[in-house]
């Protein structure tokens, strides 16, 4: 996951500034595995895998815990300078210039040449100093002061509240709030993930242990779970409730789209957007599934996610099923039916609006 960040990042940035992208997102990746450590302190017992040992070390080797949730910071950090670093090198023509006559996929290899010596020594000076300073490494230090910290915020009231209200509040105005929240708060909720699932696959999945409650899985199948807002609620009261024709119509074309958690259709069509009927059970329905499951997990209710990490169309009960086990499905399902009766009256009182639009815009067609 944080090598394909790394390289991402990098190649993004330099693509975006009019150059070839693909030297940069392989430097990014040396970058990275430079900046990490290259030893294993604790060797497993082949024979007994329940037993550790910290008196045998591994050494030339590369932690592949380091290149998934636990690396991610880092990565994106190695991302961002690398592509600075080698733009600036582009803009500023410090390049091997061959002449017009060497093929130009040779003389594109020889162009990144200076920009990448420079970062490459520049990454081994990193790495050279909190080496021999600290006796640690960029990653580890970046893991333990950056990281680790932010997890630990993004997993309580706060974070819950951040990826409850922020996305539904910047939807409301037409902005993809999902998505503006993800890209801040994915890397630490993959990473929470990342961690509850080796503690799963270890046996030991529990808050005593470590475990985090606010992961990616708990964003997506609790908070966004048949898209922002919730709003399988109104959904419900779409197709068995509402006598307006532009419900009873939208609700036939939302029906499917909803099962993989896609609600567009409603968000523009009802209108949520700009609708200051719909606003409050809009925000209201995600706090009340969010914070709800947080104290579901936290008290003991239903246990910590899994980790396992399912794709986000993933149709509801079924990811539920996926992420933690028949427990957290029937939560998923009671949360769902806990948004109908937050949207009922907020959607009867608009139905009865656009009912009343309706008869006065045939009434003028008469």
């Keep these: 996951m944080a090598l394909f960040a790394v390289f991402g990042i990098a190649y993004s940035w330099v693509h975006d500034s009019g150059y070839d992208g693909v030297p940069a997102g392989l430097l990014a990746i040396v970058v990275d595995v430079i900046l990490q450590p290259n030893t294993i302190n604790t060797v497993t017992n082949a024979i007994h895998p329940d037993k550790t040992s910290t008196a045998w070390l591994a050494n030339n080797a590369i932690d592949k815990a380091w290149l998934g949730g636990k690396g ?109 929240v993800s890209g801040i708060m994915q890397p630490l909720l993959l990473a929470n993930n990342a961690d509850n699932l080796a503690l799963y696959r270890a046996g030991k999945l529990s808050l005593a242990n470590g475990a985090h409650i606010v992961t990616q899985s708990f964003f997506e199948q609790f908070i966004t779970v048949t898209g922002a807002g919730v709003t399988v609620g ?66 003991g209710v239903i246990p910590p996610l899994n980790g396992a990490y399912v794709p986000w169309t993933t149709p509801p009960i079924i990811s539920g099923f996926i992420v933690g086990g028949w ?20 959607a009867k009182k608009y139905d009865k609006i656009l009912v009343e639009q309706e008869k006065a815009t045939a009434t003028t067609a008469k």
């Design 72 to 180: 991610m910071i880092v990565a994106i950090i190695a991302g961002m300078i690398v592509g600075w670093i080698y733009t600036w090198f582009m803009k500023k023509g410090i390049t091997i210039k061959l002449p017009e006559q060497v093929p130009s996929n040779v003389a594109a290899s020889f162009t990144a040449l200076v920009p990448a010596a420079a970062i490459i020594t520049g990454a081994t000076v990193v790495y050279a100093i909190f080496s021999k300073a600290w006796h640690t490494t960029f990653a580890e230090w970046i893991y333990s002061v950056i990281q680790t910290p932010l997890q630990h915020a993004s997993d309580g009231p706060a974070g819950v509240f951040i990826i409850t209200v922020i996305p539904v509040f910047l939807w409301f105005f037409g902005v993809h709030g999902s998505i503006i």
């Design 234 to 299: 109104l959904l419900v009261f779409m197709l068995v409730g509402a006598k307006s024709v532009q419900m009873k119509t939208l609700s036939k074309l939302e029906l499917g789209p909803a099962m993989f958690n896609i609600n567009e259709p409603i968000l523009f069509g009802i209108p949520i957007v700009l609708n200051p009927v719909m606003i409050l059970p809009f925000i209201l329905s995600p706090v009340i599934t969010g914070f709800g499951t947080y104290y579901a997990i936290k008290f």
């Design 327 to 346: 427990k957290v499905m029937l939560w998923q399902a009671l949360m769902l039916c806990v948004t109908v009766g937050v949207y009922w009256p907020f």
